[in-house]
């Protein structure tokens, strides 16, 4: 089938949630990818922010074949070696005391808010929790509380006992919380937003503020952890350590899994029953972790996208100097986001064209989020052709 076949057919069966492009993928190899048609392309967008290690790394594609042939799947009633291997490294990289394994980033962030809840309650507070504006915490009812109002249109009536405060804004946290005031939760960078990193001065100010009211501090890093900003977790950049930290994306290598980590404070507050999941963290989707978090340690893939960031950047300025159609580049590591005069759609269809999965984020930002291994000769290919894109006279939506 090529890709206008599937195309028409997802458009017959598929729920229409998704705006989709007329394209089907059907192979991957690292930061390549083979539509259904046979054309090739360089992925810069990496399944948003998931494929870090790129697609089909030989050692993760390894460790799921011979975990699906063993087991794939036992109830969370029994222990097995994969989730207590993944749960200590987990525990190891981030610093945090304890685990609860996800099967996506909107779970971890619904784990995230039921762990602060019951600590809040349990504490003398109550269960509200403090958002950033323009954050996204996901797709669920809860998440969606706590994130944009866009996404709420229409899903009354929407949980209550959220509050929403401007981003980078210390004083309006300050305000905003009282004595029911159970957490705070703020991306370190913001993905959806427009990939906005929060300023240091904040998140310290974050830190001590919550800690002179008791109030608990999520980061959710579901975007911005496991390698993507150039250390294991964006929180490092910042030397800045939350009471909860919600994963996802980046942690399967492509299967889905998720967890939320907390220090042994929050984590004394949890008992027996107080929450649960089925597939959660199963042998398959562990094995699959542990392979992920290896290859970043054994390829040093932290350090190579701190390099390849530095690198690229510096080619992105060169264009932004040469293109007044671009405006400045931020981000960290490789969650970047290219500002540009007007939006950024268009030319994520033309950069397609020309062989190039880019994505467009918050109306005017080009968001770059590639394999931590994408090579210098890929990412080449994609600034020549931006270069020709942006000196075409006419682009049009
Ligand atoms: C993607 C994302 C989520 C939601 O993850 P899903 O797996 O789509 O539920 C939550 N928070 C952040 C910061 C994200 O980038």
């Known amino acids: 089938m090529t890709n206008?076949?599937?195309?028409?057919?997802?458009?017959?069966?598929?729920?229409?949630?998704?705006?989709?492009?007329?394209?089907?993928?059907?192979?991957?190899?690292?930061?390549?990818?083979?539509?259904?048609?046979?054309?090739?392309?360089?992925?810069?967008?990496?399944?948003?922010?998931?494929?870090?290690?790129?697609?089909?790394?030989?050692?993760?594609?390894?460790?799921?074949?011979?975990?699906?042939?063993?087991?794939?799947?036992?109830?969370?009633?029994?222990?097995?070696?994969?989730?207590?291997?993944?749960?200590e490294l987990l525990v190891k990289i981030s610093g945090l005391d304890r685990v609860f394994l996800t099967n996506s980033g909107s779970e971890s962030v619904e784990g995230a808010i039921k762990i602060a809840r019951r600590y809040g309650h349990k504490h003398g507070k109550g269960g509200k929790v403090i958002s950033m504006h323009n954050s996204f915490h996901g797709r669920t009812?809860?998440?969606?509380?706590?994130?944009?109002?866009?996404?709420?249109?229409?899903?009354?009536?929407?949980?209550?006992?959220?509050?929403?405060?401007?981003?980078?804004?210390?004083?309006?946290?300050?305000?905003?919380?009282?004595?029911?005031?159970?957490?705070?939760?703020?991306?370190?960078?913001?993905?959806?937003?427009?990939?906005?990193?929060?300023?240091?001065?904040?998140?310290?100010?974050?830190?001590?503020?919550?800690?002179?009211?008791?109030?608990?501090?999520?980061?959710?890093?579901?975007?911005?952890?496991?390698?993507?900003?150039?250390?294991?977790?964006?929180?490092?950049?910042?030397?800045?350590?939350?009471?909860?930290?919600?994963?996802?994306?980046g942690l399967g290598g492509g299967v889905p899994v998720g967890a939320v980590l907390c220090n042994e404070k929050v984590a004394s507050a949890i008992e027996f029953g107080d929450h649960g999941t089925t597939f959660g963290g199963n042998p398959l989707v562990a094995a699959s972790a542990i392979a992920t978090i290896e290859v970043i340690f054994e390829e040093q893939l932290c350090k190579r996208a701190t390099e390849t960031s530095d690198w690229l950047r510096g080619k992105l300025n060169e264009l932004i100097a040469k293109h007044d159609e671009l405006e400045s580049v931020r981000g960290l590591g490789l969650m970047l986001g290219v500002k540009m005069k007007s939006e950024a759609k268009p030319y994520v269809m033309r950069l397609l064209e020309e062989g190039i999965v880019a994505n467009a984020t918050a109306g005017n930002i080009l968001r770059l989020v590639p394999a931590l291994n994408i090579s210098r000769d890929e990412l080449n290919i994609f600034l020549e052709k931006l270069d020709e894109i942006l000196t075409e006279t006419t682009v049009s939506a």
Not at 55 to 72: D, F, S, T
Request: hydrophobic share 45%; net charge negative.
């Open 141 to 249: 009812l809860a998440t969606i509380a706590a994130g944009q109002e866009k996404y709420q249109k229409g899903f009354g009536p929407i949980p209550t006992g959220f509050a929403q405060v401007p981003f980078n804004d210390l004083a309006a946290v300050e305000a905003a919380i009282d004595d029911v005031t159970a957490a705070v939760i703020v991306e370190p960078i913001q993905g959806e937003g427009g990939v906005v990193p929060a300023e240091k001065a904040y998140l310290e100010g974050l830190r001590k503020l919550c800690d002179e009211k008791g109030v608990l501090l999520i980061f959710d890093e579901i975007q911005c952890g496991i390698g993507r900003t150039g250390k294991w977790f964006a929180k490092d950049h910042f030397g800045v350590q939350p009471d909860i930290m919600t994963l996802a994306k």
């Open 4 to 87: 206008l076949d599937l195309y028409t057919k997802d458009k017959e069966n598929y729920l229409p949630t998704f705006n989709r492009f007329p394209l089907a993928f059907i192979k991957g190899k690292g930061s390549r990818l083979w539509d259904a048609d046979g054309k090739e392309y360089i992925d810069l967008l990496a399944g948003i922010a998931v494929n870090n290690v790129g697609h089909c790394h030989p050692k993760v594609v390894k460790a799921i074949q011979e975990q699906a042939a063993q087991l794939m799947h036992i109830s969370n009633f029994f222990v097995s070696p994969q989730q207590v291997a993944l749960s």
